[in-house]
């Protein structure tokens, strides 16, 4: 089982940026997926970013590709998630996840394909 803590959200305006951060531990850390996920009142858990830790690929949804970037640090067992150019529908809580399937080479992108997830942390973009 993996601990994940999510941090680096907050209330920005339109255009802004933000970093958010994951601490993983618990688990050796580059042997498995992390996910970013992000879910708004009354919608879905929507895929934002996912990163494997084995060989260091990153995607993206499609609503974020070219505005976010995923990167981790294996010395300190964290992942970021930076996010430029924010967009009022990207406010919602953003969770990081982890699959511990150990497949190096899928994509992760569905929510029940994750095994352990943060609480969260905010992100309000106003207009």
């Known amino acids: 089982q993996v601990q994940l803590v999510e941090s680096g959200g907050g209330l920005v305006q339109a255009g802004d940026s933000l970093r958010l951060s994951c601490a993983a531990s618990?688990?050796?850390?580059?042997?498995?997926?992390v996910g970013w996920f992000r879910q708004a009142p009354g919608k879905e858990r929507e895929f934002v970013a996912a990163?494997?830790?084995?060989?260091?690929?990153?995607y993206y949804g499609d609503s974020v590709k070219g505005r976010f970037t995923m990167s981790r640090d294996n010395v300190k067992n964290m992942v970021f998630l930076q996010m430029n150019s924010l967009k009022p529908e990207d406010t919602a809580a953003y969770y990081c996840?982890?699959?511990?399937?150990?497949?190096?080479?899928?994509?992760?992108?569905?929510?029940?394909?994750?095994?352990?997830w943060g609480q969260g942390t905010q992100v309000t973009v106003s207009s």
């Open positions: 990163i494997n830790l084995s060989v260091g690929t990153t």
């Open positions: 996840a982890a699959d511990m399937s150990g497949c190096r080479w899928c994509e992760r992108r569905l929510a029940y394909e994750y095994t352990d």
């Open positions: 618990g688990h050796t850390f580059s042997t498995y997926t």
